[in-house]
């Protein structure tokens, strides 16, 4: 698990890792409009707390949405969504981590994308995909570390800070799949 450092007490605050709930969603739009500022994020401009709720919302209804809480603060989140529309893709999920910026490096992306990863097999998903802005030395090798290969690239996908971007695609085999798969299990029959 990750931790802080308490400094009014001299020692490591843990961060704890939870199912968010539509109360944190000041707390998770807080960690992610700074990446709005940047090509990290495509979207121009960051969403306040009650579009980050709407959004939490929809993911809560299948998918995990997770938060690091540190002192009662969120210091990071991860989620995964749907990959595709598609009926063949029910499998496979999309899955996103951000971390608040004076908080990187600290095992927290690590520990979020940990969590999510038992979290989606328990549900019975197979392959998990992430996007990343190039270049993002940071992102991709937190992927590749986590197992995560690189599967292809969209080329200038993305106009944002005056320049073209590439988005690098990687891809992770959660398990085996089986078949012919059962269909995965709402997150709401993992957690309780």
């Known amino acids: 698990m990750a931790s802080g450092f308490d400094a009014r007490w001299g ?3 843990p961060i ?3 199912l968010a709930t539509l109360d944190d969603a000041a707390g998770v739009a807080a ?3 700074p990446y709005c500022e940047t090509p990290i994020s495509f979207e121009l401009e960051p969403p306040d707390a009650d579009e980050m709720r709407g959004r939490m919302a929809r993911v ?6 997770l938060v690091a809480e540190e002192g009662g603060s969120i210091v ?16 496979s999920v999309n899955v996103s981590v951000y971390v608040a910026r004076a908080r990187h490096r600290s095992g927290i992306g690590r520990s979020l994308y940990l969590t999510l990863f038992d979290m989606l097999r328990h549900q019975g ?3 998990a995909y992430a996007g990343i802005t190039l270049p993002n030395p940071g992102s ?3 992927h590749a570390s986590l197992g995560f290969e690189p599967v292809g690239v969209y080329r200038r996908v993305g106009f944002k800070c005056g320049a ?4 690098a695609w990687y891809q992770l085999l959660l398990q085996a799949p089986l078949d012919p798969p059962p269909a995965p299990v709402s997150i709401l029959s993992v957690v309780i």
């Open 31 to 33: 960690v992610y409009a």
């Open 125 to 127: 998903f197979v392959n």
């Open 76 to 91: 990071g989140y991860a989620y995964a969504g749907r990959h595709s529309e598609r009926a063949a893709y029910l499998w």
């Open 60 to 65: 809560l209804e299948s998918y995990p949405w």
């Open 11 to 13: 020692f490591p605050m």
């Open 16 to 18: 704890s890792i939870r």
């Open 164 to 167: 073209w971007h590439d988005v």
């Open 140 to 142: 991709v090798g937190l």
